[in-house]
């Protein structure tokens, strides 16, 4: 048994402090154990939200196998397509164990260890770069391929910084989530900014009880999501009347940051709209975005797959990951990743032992949950392995976790 917790913790320990980086691939290490989520099927109890998760695994695992099997065994499926393994392993690994061991001593390590090395690395960036040049020139771009990516980490660990500051309240406490807050803002990664703002947000509006601002806050991005494409969607199905394969057709010299805004406006959330539509129930296939032209194929009513027998796993999403699952899975698939991502809510909301790591949680959640209303952040591996490997340690620490029956669910 203190083999196997050394083990399982060490690997755990690992991924954590390996999510610094992609350059090298430490943080999918747990990966590596998702065959043990096997054992889940011999466990009399299990946490509530992981229970949900695992029901979301198998629909999702039965999209893939229906739309493109032969994904499971390549590789670019899991860095693209399919990163929703690599970023939920740990949900599915980790609960599974249940040790006793110090979980707010390496939490601490951890945060001290991201803000001396990225405080270095963004030092390194302000001596060495032109910050009267281009944007790609200032952009702060830390041990990741995408500014992005990079932004989505630190506003994870941001979470950790505010919720240290919050409970702590002292000069050095807020010296660290102040510096942190200025390199994510040297990303430009405006997903990731918005999110951590409205997380903490969101964070407030719960522990204070105020869950009808909670919900008008919630709502805010929904309405801006159905005003976008009450806007796109007609040119984009004006562009089908065309032709079945759209492209995007942009001036060069609107610049990046208006390129980004009406790629989505008028190509992405209309696309992902456009296959939620052609297959209301169960989406077009898991993977199928990305897959033109469409051809589609009718199995029942208001259930089709698309047929393109050229299978692409590429960065080209929705930028959207609400109607990113809608598209790809459906109404039946959204929902059931919300009654995950809700009963996640309700449990965090309800640990009353760590106070500190509560929050933290709660505040990455909520930012989580935002900035995938601005990209496809919910299954992101930058973003989502601190929060997947920080919860996942979390479950598997004995002295704080009360497991419930299966069939309470």
């Not at 510096?179 to 703002?197: D, E, H, N």
């Not at 990046?256 to 296959?275: D, E, G, H, S």
Request: glycine share 8%.
């Amino acid at each position: 048994m203190e083999l196997q917790r050394k083990f399982v913790l060490g690997l755990a320990l690992v991924s954590l402090f390996g999510t610094v980086t992609n350059f090298v691939y430490f943080s999918p290490l747990l990966t590596l154990l998702v065959p043990l989520a096997l054992f889940a099927l011999n466990k009399d109890e299990i946490q509530r939200p992981v229970a949900w998760l695992y029901a979301f695994v198998l629909l999702f695992l039965t999209g893939v196998l229906l739309y493109h099997p032969l994904s499971l065994v390549e590789f670019g499926f899991y860095r693209r397509d399919g990163n929703f393994v690599i970023s939920y392993a740990p949900l599915l690994i980790l609960p599974l164990f249940s040790f006793k061991f110090k979980i707010q001593r390496y939490f601490r390590h951890f945060y001290l260890f991201v803000v001396a090395l990225y405080g270095l690395l963004f030092l390194y960036h302000l001596l060495t770069a032109n910050i009267f040049g281009g944007l790609r020139e200032v952009v702060f771009g830390g041990l990741f391929y995408a500014q992005n990516a990079v932004g989505g980490f630190l506003s994870i660990v941001g979470s950790l910084g505010f919720a240290y500051w919050y409970h702590r309240r002292g000069k050095k406490e807020g010296f660290y989530f102040l510096l942190l807050f200025v390199i994510l803002l040297a990303t430009y990664s405006r997903g990731s900014i918005l999110g951590l703002v409205l997380g903490i947000a969101g964070w407030y509006c719960t522990v204070t009880d105020r869950f009808k601002t909670l919900v008008l806050l919630l709502l805010v991005p929904v309405l801006f999501t159905v005003g976008s494409l009450m806007i796109g969607y007609p040119f984009y199905q004006g562009q089908l009347a065309v032709s079945n394969n759209v492209e995007v057709e942009l001036d060069e010299e609107i610049g990046t940051k208006n390129a980004n805004v009406l790629i989505r406006l008028f190509y992405a959330f209309p696309r992902a709209y456009y296959l939620f539509q052609q297959s209301p129930v169960l989406g077009t296939g898991v993977g199928s975005y990305d897959d033109q032209p469409f051809d589609f194929r009718e199995i029942v009513p208001y259930v089709q797959y698309n047929a393109q027998p050229n299978k692409a796993h590429t960065d080209a999403h929705a930028h959207h990951s609400y109607l990113q699952l809608l598209a790809e899975q459906g109404i039946v698939g959204l929902l059931l990743f919300l009654t995950f991502w809700g009963s996640l809510f309700l449990y965090l909301k309800n640990i009353r032992d760590l106070p500190v790591l509560r929050d933290y949680l709660l505040i990455a959640f909520f930012t989580i949950t935002f900035a995938s209303f601005t990209e496809h952040r919910i299954t992101a591996p930058a973003m989502m392995l601190p929060f997947t490997i920080s919860l996942g340690m979390l479950f598997m620490h004995q002295e704080t976790i009360k497991r419930v029956k299966i069939r309470e669910l």
